[in-house]
């Protein structure tokens, strides 16, 4: 290891309520004591810029310690490095982005909006060179029982939210991701979401999930029925009937409270983070100023790994490598190769390539580079919809809907629009929209020339696109909606979060006013999950087109698709009769809804039918546990919190 630096600093905190500014971590109503250097404003760093010499080495910074990577080390994930170092906290579970237990947050500094970002990510799929440049934090960089527990992981011990202690790792750089990007308290809604790509085994996402509503500062009442705030004094909450409680005031030994404070109920709005006194890592200044370099990098068995910054490099590759494989966060590629056995000989990382991480809103709609992450295409499409009128931004809505429900957060903070296009998965979740929507795939050739495909015409088969060798995905054209012109998702999967579909559908119409009725304009239907490519239902749309939007359109329409959409019954998969009844279940919600939207039609909805109407929307999780405390002299019996937690 070459020039080990550490950078950090030290803080008191008061308040565990993480935020950002200007890139770097503060907190919520916070005392600094520093006991070393300041860093010194953003704006002395950018002077001074000019003086600091550009590295050309490939460089990562682990837990605020400079680490140099050496040439070969093509081949190894993240995760595996990480273990070889001896930052073994992170831990492998299923080798493939599912179950959250390799999480680790990282950072890097984004040049175009001028600030640092931070992410939690799946270590046992990034390669290891896809952080050059970057900042990672493991759980050991966030604290630890020698140093001092991080409140997050203090909060998640005395909770009780750790047995085995396998997953733990995974939640704390979860959360810790969430309240590092996050400008205010999250909600808890946020919460949730950020731990839906962690699965835990052992204790339950009840006392993990209470463990973290403190970073909400969410008032007991949701789960105990009373807040503590309210609460007289020498009162407290009963561990056993969740109400208020004046054992103690009367001296009565056999009630369900004891005197002593160790059996005192949690009140998790209480948690401070007064007991942390390790150093937060900061952003490392050699990164915020170094210039990034194209890498030539090699790995075992004569691996090739090139991360180009320019289109033009890009295309120069691909014409010197014809069968290189072009890849963002490495979430199908990493699968091929370490679970399938697929070797590709040449990766070309184009995550950091300008034109094609474009995200523009235009007068006639929306143009997405290939390179877009999942997360950034989110926020985007969260921002278009408050700034553009709501009838153009039904297409954008429905993304944002199905994209709730796309793999874990983990999956959607590095996985990219143009590779889960490519992809060509039979069971995507968005291409039936891309090709509902009407959007519009630029691809662009060798020499620079750019040709146009409708996204409906550019699936061909299991796992083909209209790509030629020398030709790659530069961006997404999608079209703003027109008036009356409606588009809703669909998916049924065995679970809501972090969850492969059994059948998706993108579904849209466009409805015209005629003699008093609104007539079929235009219309498609397209599944996924029952053939293998995202299948049109071309009979069902030729149906719709020019008929009147009612009841007897709606019965007419579910015969024809019966019999457009075909299952044989050993189709693969198996569910044949559930995944009929799905996609006419999604075309017979999707007429509901669409009624709803119209005036004159939304009355002769049956009240019995509206529940199919509404998407669906679950409040943020609560629970309690009632138990007795017996005090016998001894911990058996007692609440206590295992000394195992507080080395997890």
């Given at each position: ?57 490939a ?28 930052l ?30 931070h ?38 011990a ?8 396998f ?8 959360m ?38 403190v ?34 005031l ?27 006194t ?21 790995g ?61 809103a ?71 929209l ?151 279940s ?13 005036d ?49």
């Amino acid at each position: 290891m070459i020039g080990d630096v550490k950078w950090s600093r030290t803080q008191k905190i008061e308040s565990v309520i993480v935020i950002e500014e200007d890139g770097f971590p503060l907190y919520l109503r916070q005392r600094f004591q520093h006991r070393s250097t300041e860093m010194g404003s953003l704006k002395k760093e950018q002077e001074a810029e000019q003086d600091l010499k550009v590295s050309n080495e490939a460089i990562v910074y682990v837990n605020g310690v400079r680490r140099v990577l050496p040439d070969g080390l093509a081949h190894l994930t993240l995760l595996e490095y990480l273990r070889d170092i001896g930052l073994t906290g992170t831990k492998l579970g299923c080798g493939e982005g599912g179950c959250g237990a390799c999480t680790v947050m990282v950072s890097h500094y984004d040049r175009k909006l001028k600030k640092c970002l931070h992410y939690a990510i799946n270590a046992c799929l990034a390669p290891l060179y896809s952080v050059e440049g970057m900042h990672v934090i493991t759980v050991e960089g966030v604290g630890s029982y020698k140093h001092g527990l991080h409140p997050i992981q203090e909060s998640l011990a005395r909770t009780h939210g750790s047995q085995c202690g396998f997953c733990t790792p995974g939640f704390v750089m979860s959360m810790y991701a969430l309240l590092r990007s996050s400008q205010t308290p999250p909600s808890e809604e946020q919460i949730e979401e950020c731990l839906a790509g962690n699965l835990c085994r052992c204790t339950g996402y009840r006392p993990i999930l209470d463990a973290f509503r403190v970073f909400a500062k969410t008032s007991n009442i949701l789960y105990t029925g009373v807040s503590s705030l309210s609460l007289e004094e020498g009162q407290s909450v009963c561990p056993s009937t969740g109400k208020p409680c004046s054992c103690n005031l009367n001296n009565v030994s056999d009630k369900c409270v004891v005197s002593d404070n160790r059996y005192k109920p949690t009140s998790y709005d209480e948690v401070d983070g007064t007991k942390y006194t390790e150093k937060e890592l900061i952003f490392p200044p050699e990164l915020l100023l170094r210039t990034p370099t194209s890498l030539n990098l090699t790995g075992f068995g004569g691996l090739m790994w090139y991360r180009p910054l320019t289109l033009q490099h890009v295309l120069d590759l691909k014409a010197k490598y014809p069968d290189a494989k072009l890849l963002v966060g490495n979430t199908e590629v990493g699968i091929e190769m370490r679970l399938k056995g697929i070797q590709y000989q040449v990766l070309i990382s184009v995550m950091h390539v300008p034109e094609l991480n474009v995200l523009d809103a235009k007068d006639d709609g929306l143009e997405i580079g290939a390179a877009v992450r999942l997360s950034d295409l989110l926020n985007f499409f969260r921002k278009v919809v408050t700034e553009r009128a709501a009838h153009e931004t039904l297409s954008c809505k429905a993304f944002i809907e199905q994209l709730k429900w796309f793999a874990g957060k983990q999956i959607r903070n590095v996985a990219s629009v143009g590779g889960n296009i490519c992809t060509a998965s039979p069971i995507s979740d968005l291409n039936p929209l891309w090709m509902a929507a009407r959007a519009m795939f630029q691809i662009i050739d060798l020499k620079g020339n750019i040709r146009t495909v409708p996204a409906e015409n550019f699936f061909l088969g299991y796992r083909k696109v209209d790509l030629a060798c020398g030709e790659i995905l530069l961006s997404i054209f999608l079209p703003w909606n027109r008036t009356f012109e409606f588009v809703k998702e669909f998916k049924q999967s065995h679970r809501r979060d972090d969850d492969i579909a059994i059948v998706n559908a993108g579904i849209r119409v466009h409805l015209q006013e005629h003699r008093e009725n609104w007539v079929v304009a235009d219309a498609s239907l397209f599944y996924g999950g029952v053939a293998p490519y995202t299948l049109s239902a071309t009979k069902t749309k030729e149906l719709l087109i020019g008929k009147i939007w009612d009841q007897d359109l709606l019965q007419n329409a579910l015969k024809v698709l019966q019999k457009d959409i075909l299952l044989k019954e050993d189709a693969p998969g198996g569910m044949v009769e559930f995944r009929k009844s799905l996609t006419l279940s999604f075309f017979f919600k999707f007429f509901l809804w669409v009624s709803h939207q119209m005036d004159g039609i939304k009355e002769s909805i049956p009240l019995s039918h509206l529940s199919a109407v509404n998407s669906v929307h679950r409040p943020p999780i609560t629970g309690s546990q009632d138990y007795e405390i017996m005090k016998h002299g001894i911990s058996v019996g007692s609440p206590e919190v295992h000394l195992s937690s507080r080395l997890q």
